[in-house]
């Protein structure tokens, strides 16, 4: 089930409804978790199983980690949850992928191989809720969390649906302690809660799918070699396209939570407003960044061990996050270059560390940022290497057989989206979207969120998945 489908709008105003009944509180969780497994069976029944291994897996992983008095018990307990979760990620993520390079392995090295067919569905959402559920049992095991006390608040902290498949990455500290006491949402937060439904749904249905989709696989699923016009308005529309539809899905999953009275946090803050990498990653999906900081660079050293263990933790970490992305080795390059990135920024900022950009530079170094960040989206959208080199040959005016592909209304409406995009996220830098709308007229809000809706309802088409549902 996707958030822009009439069938989720009929769901959600079902849940609602339940939700807002004078119920006991238990009785109201089972209906959310009853609900958040409808959510996500609506996609493909069987792998609800999934989320039953892994959140039977985990809780009593957490618990006997607890129980353990002696360390290589707690060691076996952690190593259960490890297995568990990686295990299912590997198989139905990663198998086809491993299968086909180990085969490629033994072909270069002059062994005829042929693997047998090996057509594997990828369970919708799995490495978002497998990072969810990995952070409980490695907080625990770290002792930086007890263990939930209540069995339906930790199911429910698993499968609560408007960040089960897509995020944000929920932690359990974030959402299990909120589970604990009877919440509703009071008439602010509802008006809220939809208001940010509304604008997320806007990003995805208008922007996203409507306008700059089209544009991105004019191009890029073309088999047509761009020109330096057509290869940069078809980049510049997926990094649209992209912030729309995943900032689009989050923002609406924030406000869904809302509307039933739970509080979760941001996962995007104006990230093409960022001045840097570092602060790119600390505004682009916010609760993926913080997870591997917390799991997997500061466990690799860090930035305490010297310089070249901080470098090799920051590539490692970047490159295991390209690869998280998707199984396919042009996700490992995007990793890479913003791995490389970030190592080139901190170098730079150790070398100039007493030099304060004026605004001037700032807006600049800004630009720079969102122009090399646009170089790695050709790798995260190129299906394979060859049309990325084909792409930023194209970028960089080198196709000299290049003939032109978008019409002028294609290459208009991505000068215009994009530029207000850009303009949105300078202006927004700052800011937050509640201190925007507190200081805002009534008047003026209700006449924006009017025509937000009326727009999605003229643009609603078939209930396109969104792009983060495939990781």
């Known amino acids: 089930m996707v958030f822009n489908s009439l069938t989720f709008v009929a769901f959600f105003a079902l849940v609602l409804v339940v939700h807002n009944l004078p119920l006991a509180w238990t009785w109201r969780k089972v209906n959310l978790l009853l609900a958040s497994y409808l959510f996500y069976s609506a996609w493909n029944p069987p792998f609800v199983i999934l989320l039953w291994i892994s959140t039977v897996v985990d809780w009593y992983a957490a618990q006997g980690l607890v129980k353990a008095r002696r360390e290589s018990a707690r060691h076996a307990w952690m190593l259960l949850s490890v297995i568990a979760n990686l295990g299912m990620l590997g198989y139905f993520k990663y198998g086809t992928f491993l299968l086909d390079n180990f085969a490629a392995v033994l072909h270069a090295a002059g062994v005829a191989y ?32 007890l263990p939930a006390e209540n069995f ?38 509802l008006r809220f809660g939809l208001a940010l439904m509304t604008l997320g749904l806007f990003n995805k249905v208008v922007l996203a799918d409507s306008f700059l ?64 990498f570092s602060d790119f990653w600390r505004r682009w999906h916010i609760t993926l960044s913080s997870w591997l900081r917390d799991y997997l660079y500061i466990p690799l050293g860090g930035n305490r061990h010297g310089e070249r263990r901080t470098y090799a933790a920051l590539m490692t970490t970047m490159l295991l996050g390209g690869l998280w992305h998707g199984a396919s080795w042009t996700f490992v390059a995007w990793g890479g270059l913003h ?34 960040v646009n170089v790695t989206w050709v790798f995260f959208r190129a299906k394979t290497f060859d049309k990325a080199w084909l792409m930023l040959r194209g970028m960089a005016g080198a196709n000299a057989q290049a003939k032109p592909i978008l019409e002028s209304f294609y290459l208009i409406s991505v000068a215009v989206i994009v530029g207000g995009l850009l303009f949105a996220h300078w202006f ?27 727009a999605i309802v003229i643009a609603q088409g078939s209930g396109a998945s969104f792009i983060y549902f495939q990781f």
């Open 339 to 372: 791995g490389a990135y970030l190592a080139v920024e901190r170098f730079l900022r150790r070398r100039f560390a007493g030099y304060k950009p004026g605004a001037l530079a700032l807006v600049l170094l800004g630009l720079l940022t969102y122009a090399l």
């Open 114 to 145: 042929q693997p047998a067919p090996y057509d594997i569905v990828l369970p919708v959402g799995i490495s978002f809720y497998t990072f969810a559920t990995l952070s409980y049992t490695l907080d625990v095991y770290l002792r930086r969390a």
């Open 152 to 189: 339906l608040d930790y199911a429910l902290f698993v499968t609560f649906f408007p960040h089960l498949v897509a995020g944000p990455i929920m932690r359990p500290t974030e959402l299990v302690p909120q589970f604990e006491q009877p919440r509703r949402a009071n008439a602010d937060q």
């Open 428 to 454: 927004m830098r700052a800011r937050t979207l509640e201190g925007v709308v507190a200081r805002a007229h009534p008047a003026a809000i209700g006449a924006v969120w009017a025509l937000l809706a009326f």
């Open 213 to 276: 989709a089209p544009v991105a696989e004019h191009v890029y699923d073309a088999n047509k070699i761009p020109g330096a016009l057509d290869a940069w308005a078809a980049t510049l529309a997926f990094s649209g396209q992209i912030f729309c539809d995943f900032a689009g899905y989050s923002t609406t999953a924030i406000g869904a939570a809302l509307c039933l009275g739970f509080a979760m946090p941001d996962n995007f803050r104006f990230p093409y407003a960022a001045v840097g």
